[in-house]
């Protein structure tokens, strides 16, 4: 099944996430590698796709898992939140209907 994983920005991390992004980016590479990965990528804290020093307000990832229990095992272990980028994370079943 599909889960949205969704995590939101600490307040001043910019610098833990540059730090953390290429561990990060590393696991999303595995999930796409195994045919898991729907789509990710970051939320803009302003209305651009390049917000500059206004950073991010956090990601989004939808992706395949076996279970709830997976999704929320898995993004707890992300290197975002080891590194305290992410002051929350919320974890919800998705269904596709578009595309």
Same mark, same amino acid.
Request: glycine content about 8%; proline content about 11%; overall charge negative.
């Given at each position: 099944?599909?889960?949205?994983?969704?995590?939101? @920005?600490?307040?001043? =991390?910019?610098?833990?996430?540059?730090? @953390?992004?290429?561990?990060?980016?590393?696991?999303? @590479?595995?999930? *796409?590698?195994?045919?898991?990965?729907?789509?990710?990528?970051?939320?803009?804290? +302003?209305? =651009?796709?390049?917000?500059?020093?206004?950073?991010? %307000?956090?990601?989004?990832? +939808?992706?395949?898992?076996?279970?709830? =229990? %997976?999704?929320?095992?898995?993004?707890?272990?992300?290197?975002?939140?080891? %590194?305290?980028?992410?002051?929350? +994370?919320? +974890?919800? $079943?998705?269904? *596709?209907?578009? $595309?």
């Amino acid at each position: 099944m599909l889960y949205m994983i969704m995590g939101q @920005a600490a307040p001043e =991390s910019h610098e833990r996430r540059a730090r @953390a992004r290429p561990d990060h980016l590393k696991r999303l @590479a595995t999930l *796409q590698d195994e045919g898991r990965l729907v789509l990710a990528g970051p939320l803009p804290a +302003i209305d =651009s796709p390049d917000p500059g020093p206004a950073g991010y %307000a956090g990601g989004l990832i +939808i992706a395949e898992f076996p279970s709830l =229990s %997976a999704a929320t095992t898995w993004a707890h272990d992300d290197p975002y939140v080891h %590194a305290d980028v992410y002051r929350e +994370i919320v +974890i919800k $079943p998705f269904v *596709q209907a578009l $595309p």
